[in-house]
């Protein structure tokens, strides 16, 4: 269970990470955060290259860090854009976030104002998780 506070904190941490993007060929920059059980948090922005395919997302980034740092169960991410267009999780990193926990809280904010909260299971309906699987 997170709180209103653990929201506020990582929400800021996406914020305050977003301007640290590397994006000389989209010029769009984003933040990402996730939050650990304990309240640890690992942030993340979006990193380009010009082989696009190379390039990495701020969501997969912010989980990276985390597990590279040995935690592995997530409950919440955020991601910081400009907009919602630019709020919206790619389809690699949906499924990065359900490997982790379909059920992890991803908070959706825009410096525009926008703001969405939903789970990633939702944003990625039927995904793929032989981790679940073997638990049934």
């Given amino acids: 269970m997170t709180t209103k506070e653990d929201h ?9 990470v977003r301007m640290n993007a590397y994006s000389p060929y989209s010029g769009v920059k984003i933040g990402a955060a996730v939050l650990t059980p304990d309240g640890k948090i690992f942030a993340g922005c979006n990193v380009e290259n010009a082989s696009y395919g190379l390039s990495c997302c701020a969501e997969r980034t912010a ?7 040995g935690s592995r169960k997530l409950v919440a991410l955020a991601v910081v854009g400009k907009s919602e267009e630019f709020t919206s999780p790619c389809g690699a990193c949906r499924q990065f ?5 379909p059920r992890m ?10 703001t969405e909260d939903t789970t990633a299971d939702s944003l990625l309906p039927g995904a793929f998780n032989p981790a679940e699987l073997s638990q049934k």
């Fill in 8 to 16: 506020r904190r990582l929400v800021e941490a996406a914020k305050s």
């Fill in 63 to 69: 989980i990276l860090k985390a597990v590279s740092e």
């Fill in 97 to 101: 976030m359900v490997e982790f926990n």
């Fill in 105 to 114: 809280k991803v908070l959706r904010r825009g410096v525009d104002g926008f």
